[in-house]
């Protein structure tokens, strides 16, 4: 038989409780991965040495040194640090790679017993579940803010150089994003890193780069090789809406409109033009643009790749070979 304890401030007990299991949750959450969230100082080389470059936070990969951050945070040429712990434990760290166009960026500290977070699959997150954003802004104590996912499925405007693509499946939460808190950790209730920090989108509004398949890809590409290859097919577009016949023969509702097509691309060479509908790419469905940037890896490059469009209500199968992006 439970009993109930006295409230003297005359909260329904239920809600005491609720309250109760949240801060058990959060505080959780936030010893585990304290000690895994490094503050950064970044610097760049200047004329009377290294001068400071900005600041931000950033997640530790594994136990030898690698650390996961923010591209933004560490953009530049030359670019160098510190990172602080809050054990009291400092690092000097170097670029291994960064990605603009996902946001995200591989540093290597001079350290050998770290304590890497656990990564978890942002995939699985349900709008309305909570999530732990902690970041290391001034190295001592981390900094902890609590709230749900608001939305899935965001897209977030990417530029590296001439290149411009969407950074897809952005998870928007409500957990208030301090300064210096690019490049930290947005966690599950489990206590598995599902996101990295990048953003504040407005008031009440942050936004982090999810970890699932496709970003474990690109931090391994980092970690490897210290950069990434994509594949460039040459189009712009846009989601469109499939016609009622096309609907019912593909089993989807919409696909991508080609608006544009670059001279001299690879879609150029394989005929496609502007108004082609693509609804297959290399025997995939294409419902959106994120469909053609997923599939656009570098194992693409150089390979033939066959295309289905919809020109005129006529289906039509093309092959084109893509080529390295180049920022």
Same mark, same amino acid.
Request: no cysteine; hydrophobic share 45%; glycine share 14%.
């Given at each position: 038989?439970?009993?109930?304890?006295?409230?003297?401030?005359?909260?329904?007990?239920?809600?005491?409780?609720?309250?109760?299991?949240?801060? &058990? =949750?959060?505080?959780?959450?936030?010893?585990?991965?304290?000690?895994?969230?490094?503050? +950064?100082?970044?610097?760049?080389?200047?004329?009377?040495?290294?001068?400071?470059?900005?600041?931000?936070?950033?997640?530790?990969?594994?136990?030898?040194? %690698?650390?996961?951050?923010? #591209?933004?945070?560490?953009?530049?040429?030359? *670019?160098?640090?510190?990172?602080? %712990?809050?054990?009291?434990?400092? %690092?000097?760290?170097?670029?291994?790679?960064?990605?603009?166009?996902?946001?995200?960026?591989?540093? &290597?500290?001079?350290?050998?017993?770290?304590?890497?977070?656990?990564?978890?699959?942002?995939?699985?997150?349900?709008?309305?579940?909570?999530?732990?954003?902690?970041?290391?802004?001034?190295?001592?104590?981390?900094?902890?803010?609590?709230?749900?996912?608001? #939305?899935?499925? *965001?897209?977030?405007?990417?530029?590296?150089? !001439?290149?411009? $693509? %969407?950074?897809?499946?952005? =998870?928007?939460?409500?957990?208030?994003?301090?300064?210096?808190?690019?490049?930290?950790?947005?966690?599950?209730?489990?206590?598995?890193?599902?996101?990295?920090?990048?953003?504040?989108?407005?008031?009440?509004?942050?936004?982090?780069?999810?970890?699932?398949?496709?970003?474990?890809? =690109?931090?391994?590409?980092?970690?490897?090789?210290?950069?990434?290859?994509?594949?460039?097919?040459?189009?712009?577009? @846009?989601? &469109?809406?499939?016609?009622?016949?096309? !609907?019912?023969?593909? @089993?989807?509702?919409?696909?991508?409109?080609?608006?544009?097509?670059?001279?001299?691309?690879?879609?150029?060479?394989?005929?496609? &033009?502007?108004?082609?509908?693509?609804?297959?790419?290399?025997?995939?469905?294409?419902?959106?643009?994120?469909?053609?940037? !997923?599939?656009?890896?570098?194992?693409? =490059?150089?390979? +033939?790749?066959?295309?289905?469009?919809? $020109?005129?209500?006529?289906?039509? *199968?093309?092959?084109?070979?893509?080529?390295?992006?180049?920022?």
């Amino acid at each position: 038989m439970s009993t109930v304890t006295a409230n003297p401030e005359g909260i329904d007990p239920r809600e005491a409780e609720a309250l109760d299991a949240y801060s &058990r =949750i959060v505080v959780s959450v936030a010893e585990r991965l304290a000690g895994s969230v490094a503050n +950064l100082r970044v610097t760049r080389r200047g004329r009377g040495g290294r001068v400071p470059a900005g600041a931000g936070s950033g997640v530790v990969l594994t136990p030898d040194g %690698f650390l996961l951050t923010s #591209a933004h945070v560490v953009a530049g040429p030359g *670019r160098q640090g510190k990172a602080a %712990f809050t054990d009291g434990r400092e %690092f000097g760290f170097d670029v291994v790679g960064t990605d603009a166009l996902s946001d995200l960026a591989v540093l &290597r500290a001079e350290a050998t017993d770290l304590v890497p977070a656990s990564l978890g699959d942002a995939d699985a997150l349900k709008v309305g579940q909570l999530v732990v954003a902690i970041g290391n802004p001034h190295g001592f104590a981390g900094s902890v803010t609590a709230g749900v996912v608001s #939305a899935l499925g *965001r897209s977030l405007p990417a530029r590296a150089g !001439r290149a411009v $693509r %969407f950074i897809d499946n952005v =998870i928007q939460t409500d957990a208030a994003l301090n300064p210096g808190n690019s490049g930290g950790a947005l966690v599950a209730s489990a206590g598995q890193v599902v996101g990295v920090n990048t953003a504040v989108a407005g008031v009440g509004l942050g936004l982090a780069v999810p970890i699932n398949a496709a970003t474990r890809r =690109i931090v391994g590409q980092l970690m490897s090789d210290g950069r990434v290859r994509r594949a460039y097919v040459g189009i712009a577009g @846009g989601p &469109r809406p499939l016609p009622p016949a096309a !609907r019912v023969r593909y @089993g989807r509702t919409t696909a991508v409109e080609v608006v544009e097509v670059a001279d001299g691309s690879p879609a150029e060479r394989a005929g496609l &033009r502007a108004e082609d509908l693509i609804v297959e790419l290399d025997g995939e469905p294409v419902t959106g643009v994120g469909d053609v940037q !997923r599939l656009m890896v570098g194992e693409r =490059i150089g390979t +033939l790749v066959p295309i289905t469009v919809l $020109r005129s209500g006529r289906e039509l *199968r093309m092959e084109l070979v893509p080529k390295e992006l180049e920022a």
